[in-house]
């Protein structure tokens, strides 16, 4: 069974710049969510997609959007970056929505805003 | 809004001593997690929690919940060093697919 993996792990960029982050879902995982991570809080939810739709969005700016591909894996796509959003963004997979489903987290992508 | 509160935020206990990690949510929801995370590291989960006194056991973990009290509990028995992380809790409002996380229990075992 292979796990949730997410590339790259580090990334540096600066004020303005565009990023795209990617992540493999689970084998036979259909769903994959995305989160914010600062140094120190809780994961903070940003959105989910379920085959393919998004289906539920947390508090963040439109410049935060994702994709998710027939093949369930998924990209989450930052536009003109802040400092703020330096962090660690984690992606979770699951089944069928993950209502009540165990969610499985990668090892995150490490992003630095300069 | 849904809204996630943990405590304590830091935990510090001696080994083979018994305590417990408390979440509470705001408004109503229809499922409960609990993770690990060890430092530098990714999320590991624990538990999901779905319904009115729902109990499940792992080891020297063990979480409950009640929807009653909008209050879920994570007691460690007998701690062991092996147990340090942080831990926390989430919770998805009712009839959406959106978590909300704790702020995390940074929990240290001392030998």
């Known amino acids: 069974e292979t796990g949730v993996t997410q590339s790259p792990t580090h990334l540096i960029k600066t004020r303005g710049q565009q990023v795209t982050l990617r992540c493999s879902s689970q084998?036979?995982?259909?769903?994959v969510s995305w989160y914010q991570q600062a140094l120190g809080q809780g994961p903070q939810f940003i959105f989910q997609?379920?085959?393919?739709?998004?289906?539920g969005r947390g508090n963040f700016p439109p410049r935060f959007s994702g994709l998710q591909f027939p093949n369930y894996s998924s990209e989450l796509n930052v536009n003109a970056l802040e400092l703020d959003d330096s962090a660690l963004y984690l992606c979770?997979?699951?089944?069928?929505?993950?209502?009540?489903?165990?969610?499985?987290f990668g090892d995150g992508t490490r992003l630095s805003i300069l | 809004e849904l809204k996630v509160e943990q405590n304590p935020l830091f935990l510090s206990m001696q080994e083979g001593k018994n305590y417990t990690i408390y979440c509470n949510y705001s408004?109503?929801?229809?499922?409960l997690y609990w993770y690990r995370q060890d430092p530098g590291k990714s999320l590991e989960s624990l538990f999901v929690?779905?319904?009115?006194?729902a109990v499940k056991q792992e080891g020297r973990l063990m979480a409950s919940l009640d929807t009653k009290a909008r209050l879920s509990t994570l007691h460690i028995t007998a701690a062991v060093h092996d147990l340090s992380a942080t831990y926390f809790c989430?919770?998805?409002?009712?009839?959406?697919?959106?978590?909300?996380f704790g702020t995390g229990t940074r929990l240290k075992v001392l030998a």
């Open positions: 929690l779905l319904s009115n006194g």
């Open positions: 989430a919770a998805g409002p009712a009839g959406t697919y959106k978590y909300i």
């Open positions: 979770a997979s699951s089944q069928d929505g993950g209502a009540g489903q165990p969610q499985h």
């Open positions: 084998s036979g995982h259909n769903t």
């Open positions: 408004t109503t929801s229809d499922r």
């Open positions: 997609y379920y085959r393919e739709e998004e289906n």
